[in-house]
């Protein structure tokens, strides 16, 4: 299990305000990432993870998920497709891990060559409703850039990836460069005014928009459906590491728990540390699942994710954890236009 410190992510209120009305900076540099060149490199990747590889185009980008053969996750990757190879992004930390099991799993006929790029491509990431009026303003057009699309543009004479990355309070950018350069175009922004996400903040708004995080909810205790990566998953693509596993449970339509928002009516009795999962959530005094985050969000109070049995994952189901009583809900959080728990203190 995973050790981690047990303090509640509390959000700084410049940063926070920013991701939702202006532009936040994420330093995201600890994300591994990993080129994929010669022939058979989408081959490759499309009979190891989860999502439709060979049939992406230059340009463009998707969301896959390496997973055990019984369909446990091993990391939540996104992919971009450049005219001379693949570049993946991996989960904070994971760079190297996923390095070593890709070459692991070439075979001798294979023609692929898989590099570390983690000395040599740094990331920071845009987000906001003025993200991409600032990138603008330095000369780098991201309007007709995708979702998860990638283009390769040039700032200051330096090299850039530009790619899409999963929105938080406005649109995301995943900027992508040699170390010096992102440095100098990190503080570009933020004389632009961009605000520095701290990782407390960060924490807080992601946990709000339900995304995952490696040793959290990305984990090899859960399978991709479980977490909600439909869209990271083919299902008429043919085999790959776990398909029977997890095509069984999308047929059968059993998942046996959902990850699911919560929200808390007070702070739940932790310990000062703790394993993920931090705590077991309870439905009349049997275990209903696992309490995976928690922080203190300006707009909803108290929430958390977790991964909640089927039997008790409808919205507005009430359960209990170390103390606490906490109300399941649909995630993202607000979509339902609610805010603060309506028990918890204004």
């Known amino acids: 299990m995973m050790m981690t410190d047990i303090c509640v992510s509390r959000a700084r209120p410049e940063a926070y305000a920013a991701a939702y009305t202006g532009a936040a900076l994420h330093d995201s540099s600890a994300r591994g990432h990993v080129w994929m060149r010669d022939r058979d490199r989408a081959a490759l990747l499309h009979r190891l993870s989860t999502n439709h590889i060979e049939r992406l185009q230059p340009g463009e980008g998707t969301e896959t998920v390496l997973t055990t053969p019984i369909g446990r996750m091993i990391d939540l990757l996104d992919v971009y497709c450049l005219e001379d190879g693949l570049l993946l992004v991996t989960s904070p930390g994971q760079g190297a891990t996923i390095y070593g099991y890709l070459r692991k799993n070439i075979f001798f006929n294979d023609r ?6 983690g000395a040599t491509l740094g990331e920071v990431t845009l987000y906001g409703p003025r993200a991409a009026a600032l990138l603008a303003g330095l000369g ?8 998860r699309g990638i283009a390769v543009a040039t700032w200051q004479d330096t090299p850039l990836y530009v790619a899409g990355a999963a929105p938080i309070g406005g649109s995301g950018y995943r900027l992508m460069a040699a170390p010096d350069a992102l440095k100098r175009l990190g503080a570009a922004l933020g004389a632009a005014g961009a605000v520095w996400l ?9 946990v709000e928009r339900g995304y995952a995080a490696f040793g959290c909810e990305l984990s090899q205790e859960y399978i991709p459906l479980e977490t909600g990566l439909w869209s990271a998953v083919s299902f008429n693509k043919g085999c790959y590491v776990g398909q029977e596993i997890i095509a ?7 998942l046996a728990r959902q990850l699911r928002g919560l929200r808390f009516a007070a ?8 394993s993920v999962p931090l705590a077991r959530l309870e439905a009349e005094g049997k275990e209903a699942g696992d309490l995976t985050s928690l922080v203190d969000s300006p707009r909803y109070g108290l929430i958390g994710l977790g991964y909640v049995r089927t039997a008790h994952a409808a919205p507005g189901t009430i359960l209990h954890v170390a103390g606490s009583r906490v109300e399941v809900t649909v995630l ?15």
């Open 112 to 117: 692929v060559k898989v590099e570390d790029a």
């Open 140 to 147: 780098i057009a991201v309007a007709e850039l995708a979702p």
């Open 198 to 206: 701290d990782a407390a903040t960060y924490d807080v708004l992601r």
């Open 248 to 254: 069984r449970m999308e047929s059968r339509g059993r």
């Open 267 to 274: 702070l739940p009795e932790l310990p000062a540390e703790a």
């Open 332 to 346: 993202p959080f607000g979509e339902n236009g609610e805010t603060r728990f309506p028990h918890a203190p204004a």
